[in-house]
């Protein structure tokens, strides 16, 4: 079913100039955002720099540094168009990110920003992304968590009751002893007919959770977490009105949401790996 709905979107939604044009204001906005020029950070320094599921090219500007080689691959042939004209300095390919065409050990600094909550097979592209990024290279996660509990995803259909025993199922799973060598992410169907109906996230097949991705990484070989975070402080500025920023980030400097289960209930997913030697 994942593939057919992949080919619905690629056709219908990300094949059509009005949602890049949608992307291209979005992105101009969260360069302001205090998450942003955290990449950019783990950025600084790399030779070789990839965006994987770069849409039309604006990201890979800002964060990669300028004296970087930039490269960026997404799965939609006019996104690589409009990349291409817009960037004609850097390299953009039509590709897949579950499959990268680029030899082992390529890239210093390998990142993708609010993609993987679309693809069929997130691990495969996110095994990709360690195969390509070299010896002491950073490989940069960032998206929405959406398999929280308290930030139901646009296409989550649930009861209330339904999410908590969802939660409860998944947590008691992530908590017993063993090896998780699976991402598990629930599985979603997008909820738009067209481009009219497009809202972020109404195009997603997959709701990443941190706690998830934590544990899947904590068994892959080839690297070491660095950072990992739920972000809430960024979820108080950027959702939240004043009262609620408050109590948010009363309930953070106290301690209360950097415990489990909460700290990994932010709105956002923020994770930063190192391959190693």
């Known amino acids: 079913m994942n593939k057919k709905e992949t080919e619905f979107l690629l056709t219908k939604i990300w094949q059509n100039p009005l949602y890049y044009e949608k992307c291209h204001q979005h992105n101009l906005l969260i360069q302001k955002n205090p998450w942003f020029r955290k990449i950019k950070n783990y950025c600084q320094g790399a030779k070789k720099v990839l965006d994987v599921g770069c849409g039309e090219g604006t990201n890979l500007i800002h964060l990669a540094p300028p004296s970087a080689q930039k490269f960026g691959i997404d799965l939609s042939p006019l996104a690589i ?44 592209a996110l095994k990709e992304m360690i195969r390509v990024c070299a010896p002491e290279g950073k490989i940069i996660i960032f998206t929405v968590n959406l398999g929280s509990p308290l930030f139901r995803s646009p296409v989550d259909q649930r ?11 998944t947590e008691i799973r992530l908590l017993w002893p063993g090896r998780q060598h699976s991402l598990q992410w629930r599985k979603v169907k997008p909820r738009l007919k067209s481009i009219a109906d497009y809202e972020p996230d109404r195009d997603i097949l997959n709701e990443p959770y941190l706690l998830s991705l934590i544990k899947f990484f904590s068994n892959q070989t080839k690297v070491k977490i ?22 948010i980030k009363l309930l953070y400097y106290t301690g209360i949401l950097r415990i489990y289960p909460f700290k990994y209930w932010g709105r956002l997913l923020f994770m930063v790996l190192e391959k190693e030697k």
């Open 81 to 124: 168009k409009i990349a291409r004209q817009q960037y004609p300095e850097n390299r953009y390919e039509v590709a897949a990110a579950q499959e990268l065409p680029f030899s082992d050990n390529y890239f210093d600094c390998v990142y993708t920003i609010a993609v993987l909550e679309h693809l069929a097979d997130p691990q495969k």
């Open 159 to 169: 009861s209330p009751l339904a999410i908590i025993t969802q939660t409860l199922k």
């Open 226 to 247: 660095i950072e990992a975070s739920s972000e809430w402080l960024f979820t108080a500025d950027e959702i939240f009105r004043p009262f609620f920023r408050r109590i």
